[in-house]
């Protein structure tokens, strides 16, 4: 697509170090792994970052780590990518679907706490487009019921949550959070992620099952140093495990982006300035709002609402005939095709259902220039014109 929908912001600073990585013979639990995790760990003022391959091997490891299982609900959001769902199956919980708040679109704390019995085990709260959710309610319910609050900030990093000077950053909330550094990301190592937590025990566990089951030290040098086959422990196994492990070339490039994380959401947000700006005078179109109480945003994407009776599959059409990538973010879990049947999916969600059907991403990316911006803009208002 001529205009894409998103971009990741690669300088010769990332091919740098991921050409360097390439000049060593140690590919993977390296020293890279041992300093992102230290640095990710040290961003967000928690003690352990544990690198995994993906966003949702963290969920997955971090729902297993929480001790979630067969028979258990997890509390979620529908309105979010579907991998929160997928990695409550995987553990052989019960996904419970409840309502968004309309305007941050995060979980709805009222709805969260109505939805509780006495199978809940956890609350999985995704900080949605780099908006905080509520994480204090949140974590007020989940202390009231005795619940594990799992944070899943894979849209967030960089946000924060909170009162100044007390706010804290996004993924620093839950009993463990989650971050995600998929290309579209803020932050990206092409396939990555990681699991933060404060407890020393939780995290040599996630060390453990991320790498086969293994009995990987909480220290990740000594990880490192079993984790090579001439090791006499490679081939020792303290219980079943996975292999989610992040190469050497992921931390490497994740290091890069990291140090220019702060630049690198000063870019987005001044972006998402002058989409607000530009999209003002499109009557009835809602925009994301550029501030929320007790939250600095992450600038994940650019999610406009349609005007009411607005066709957004023509307006996506329109905008893709002349070169502009759209998405629609997100389409409810309850409702995509393989939940059908699924008990899970016999819920009615009309806030999510009446929100997700006019929602359209627009491209947003560090680069992207005030003329690609002006084109989006200017088609965007043309296409709901002919689309009514
Ligand atoms: C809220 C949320 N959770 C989890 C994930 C999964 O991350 P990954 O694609 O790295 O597995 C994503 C990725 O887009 C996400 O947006």
């Not at 780590?65 to 609900?73: A, K, P, T």
């Not at 396939?191 to 025990?201: P, Q, S």
């Not at 220019?260 to 994301?288: K, N, T, V």
Request: aromatic share 6%; net charge negative.
């Amino acid at each position: 697509m001529r205009i894409p929908l998103s971009n990741p912001d690669i300088t010769q600073a990332e091919i740098d170090a991921v050409t360097a990585v390439l000049r060593t013979s140690r590919l993977s639990l390296g020293p890279e792994l041992e300093a992102f995790e230290a640095e990710l760990a040290a961003y967000h003022s928690l003690e352990h970052a544990v690198a995994v391959s993906s966003g949702t091997a963290g969920l997955h490891l971090a729902l297993l780590v929480l001790g979630v299982g067969e028979g258990d609900q997890v509390i979620l959001p529908s309105f979010s990518f579907v991998a929160v769902a997928n990695v409550a199956l995987q553990v052989r919980a019960t996904p419970v679907f409840v309502e968004i708040d309309p305007l941050t679109l995060n979980l709805d704390p009222v709805a969260v706490e109505q939805a509780i019995t006495p199978r809940t085990r956890a609350i999985l709260a995704v900080d949605t487009f780099g908006v905080p959710a509520q994480m204090d309610a949140l974590q007020a319910i989940a202390q009231r019921h005795g619940l594990a609050l799992l944070e899943d900030a894979c849209e967030a990093v960089g946000a924060r949550f909170g009162d100044p000077p007390t706010a804290c950053r996004a993924g620093s909330f839950g009993d463990l959070a989650v971050l995600g550094f998929y290309p579209n990301k803020q932050l990206t190592t092409g396939e990555g992620g990681a699991v933060l937590c404060r407890d020393a025990a939780l995290a040599k566990r996630l060390r453990s099952l991320r790498n086969q089951g293994r009995n990987a030290e909480a220290n990740p040098s000594a990880a490192a140093v079993q984790g090579s086959p001439e090791s006499s422990a490679w081939l020792d196994h303290v219980e079943w495990g996975y292999n989610y492990r992040l190469s050497e070339m992921a931390c490497a490039l994740g290091r890069v982006q990291l140090r220019r994380l702060e630049s690198m959401l000063a870019l987005r947000e001044a972006a998402a300035r002058r989409y607000d700006a530009l999209l003002a005078p499109i009557p009835g179109l809602e925009r994301p709002p550029l501030a929320l109480p007790r939250r600095s945003i992450s600038w994940f994407v650019y999610v406009v609402r349609l005007p009411q009776h607005v066709d957004r599959d023509r307006v996506q059409s329109i905008l893709t005939a002349r070169g502009i990538a759209t998405g629609r973010y997100f389409p409810p879990i309850h409702l995509q095709p393989a939940w059908q049947g699924h008990a899970s999916a016999a819920v009615r969600l009309p806030l999510t259902e009446a929100i997700a059907c006019r929602m359209i991403a627009l491209p947003f990316f560090n680069r992207i220039t005030a003329d690609q911006q002006q084109e989006v803009a200017e088609a965007l208002g043309e296409a709901i014109l002919s689309s009514r």
